[in-house]
C-alpha cells in the first residue's frame, strides 16, 4: 500500500501552492494511504474504495446515499468505514503559513503502526487469522 503523496492534486492545483506549501503537504500526507479508486471511467464521479475491505466507501454522488460505508467519528472530520473499521479522516487542513491553509475534502486511510516508535505498520490488506 502506496503513500498518499501530493500527485493526489491535479497540476493546476499544485502550481497555486509555494514550494512551502508542497512539503508541508507532502509531509502531512505521509500519515495516509493512498486512496483506493474503483475503475469506473464511464462515471461521472470515482468512487474510492476502502483500503481494507474494498467496500464503496465514497463517490461524492448520489450513490453514497445507498452504498457508502463511511460513517462519521466522534472527532471532527474524521470517520471509520462501518464494515471494517478502519480509520479515515474526510476533512483536510494542512498548516502551510499560507495566507489560507489549504483544505480539501477526500476519505483518506490513516495509516496504522503496532508499536509507538511506528515502525511496524499495520498491512489493511493482512487477513487476520479467523477472517
Ligand atoms: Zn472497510
Do not use: Q
Amino acid at each position: 500500500m502506496k503513500t498518499a503523496s501530493i500527485e493526489l492534486f491535479s497540476e493546476e492545483s499544485r502550481e497555486k501552492l509555494s514550494a512551502e506549501s508542497i512539503n508541508a503537504m507532502s509531509e502531512y500526507l505521509t500519515g495516509f494511504h493512498d486512496p483506493v479508486f474503483r475503475d469506473n471511467s464511464d462515471e461521472e464521479t470515482a468512487t474510492i474504495l476502502c483500503v481494507k475491505c474494498g467496500s464503496h466507501l465514497y463517490s461524492g454522488g448520489l450513490m453514497d446515499a445507498m452504498f457508502s460505508t463511511f460513517s462519521w467519528g466522534i472527532v471532527h472530520g474524521d470517520g471509520f468505514c462501518t464494515k471494517c473499521g478502519w480509520n479515515y479522516r474526510m476533512y483536510h487542513t494542512v498548516k502551510c503559513g499560507e495566507k489560507e491553509d489549504p483544505r480539501f475534502t477526500l476519505p483518506l486511510a490513516y495509516r496504522c503502526y503496532e508499536d509507538d516508535a511506528m515502525t511496524k505498520e499495520v498491512d489493511p490488506t493482512a487477513k487476520k487469522s479467523g477472517d
